[in-house]
């Protein structure tokens, strides 16, 4: 049973196209998170909810939009993907907000934007 | 303008010796880290932390050293076993901050 789980794990499509990532949690927590890393391996916040509330929006470009259904589900819908979009992307988890809060990460999807 | 920064991108340490890990930091507001572990196609566990009122926290094998002077972490693995080798990450936070900032990673290599 896998506590965070996002697909697809591989994402390989053309520059220009629209595509999603779903995540979901299976932990109970209130708050979800999406993380990117890049090409020089550092994992930046882009967005965390809490209760399906945007909490944080680290000045991501507007071609990102999260949506979250329920407290369950954070999904990242990207359009007019560009090359510098390629990346790894993390969901992750964690029981509330707060500084010290754990979180749990899913096992990241792989976009790559030809 | 990255506030946490692990300047070691790989370590290479022989199964039973000591691995050390090392992680520096910018922001003195920064009050609580933790160091995550990533294997490949895995996302990342959570592995320690420290609050910054501490300046040690030991797990078993894993010990974080915090020097708030210096701006500096340590994760300290006695004895390195083969299951270590692994991508671990830095991160820190601070009260109110509502997110984790992520250092770039050391990847740690155990010898047999």
């Known amino acids: 049973d896998t506590a965070v789980s996002q697909t697809p794990k591989y994402l390989v499509t053309q520059m220009g196209n629209d595509k999603s990532i779903k995540c979901e949690q299976n932990?109970?927590?209130?708050?979800m998170y999406w993380y990117k890393q890049d090409s020089k391996k550092f994992l930046k916040i882009m967005f965390s909810y809490n209760n399906k509330e945007l909490i944080i929006n680290e000045t991501v470009p507007n071609r990102f939009s999260p949506k979250s259904p329920d407290k369950a589900h954070l999904n990242l819908h990207i359009n007019s993907l560009e090359l510098g979009d390629s990346a790894v992307y993390f969901c992750?988890?964690?029981?509330?907000?707060?500084?010290?809060?754990?979180?749990?990460f899913g096992s990241g999807t792989q976009l790559s934007v030809l | 303008d990255q506030q946490v920064k692990q300047n070691s991108p790989s370590l290479s340490v022989q199964e039973g010796r000591i691995s050390i890990l090392n992680c520096d930091y910018t922001?003195?507001?920064?009050?609580?880290f933790l160091w995550y572990k990533k294997y490949p196609a895995e996302g990342p566990t959570f592995l320690i932390s420290i609050s910054s009122i501490k300046d040690k926290n030991e797990d078993g094998r894993f010990t974080v050293f915090l020097n708030k002077s210096a701006k500096h972490l340590s994760l300290h693995i006695v004895p390195s076993q083969p299951g270590d080798s692994a991508v671990y990450f830095c991160?820190?936070?601070?009260?109110?901050?509502?997110?984790?900032?992520f250092g770039q990673g050391t990847r740690l290599t155990i010898n047999p």
């Open positions: 992750a988890s964690s029981q509330a907000t707060g500084s010290n809060e754990k979180l749990f």
């Open positions: 932990l109970g927590h209130d708050t």
């Open positions: 991160a820190a936070s601070f009260q109110g901050a509502q997110k984790l900032v």
């Open positions: 922001n003195s507001m920064f009050d609580y």
